[in-house]
């Protein structure tokens, strides 16, 4: 069974900075790629970045140039950090994983509340 834990979030002042990060129970080379969604109140969830197992990444448009998705492989995690944040980045990020045979896992989600 896997199992994805976010941590990280908090409360931040517009304009800081929060690094999330994704545990993973086990190597992630299982997954052909990971992910950060984010969901904020009345909304649906939405894509923030992806990083592929080939060290592709993608970004939502709202938050390029804000974001960096990465991984360490060695500690079965990957991150996301994020500068210059806004209060419409307040929301829950879940982090995603896919597995190579197409199996799609979510963590539970940690909160990110962007103070103006």
């Known amino acids: 069974q896997v199992q994805l834990v976010e941590s990280g979030g908090g409360l931040v002042q517009a304009g800081g900075s929060l690094r999330l990060s994704c545990a993973a129970s086990?190597?992630?080379?299982?997954?052909?790629?990971m992910g950060w969604y984010r969901q904020a109140p009345g909304k649906q969830r939405e894509l923030v970045a992806t990083?592929?197992?080939?060290?592709?990444?993608n970004y939502a448009d709202s938050v390029k140039g804000r974001c960096t998705i990465s991984s360490d492989n060695a500690k079965n995690t990957v991150y996301l950090q994020m500068n210059s944040l806004k209060p419409e980045d307040t929301a829950v990020y879940y982090c995603?994983?896919?597995?190579?045979?197409?199996?799609?896992?979510w963590g539970e989600g940690t909160l990110v509340t962007v103070s103006s």
């Open positions: 995603n994983a896919r597995t190579w045979g197409g199996v799609i896992y």
């Open positions: 086990g190597s992630i080379f299982r997954f052909n790629y």
């Open positions: 990083l592929t197992n080939g060290g592709n990444t």
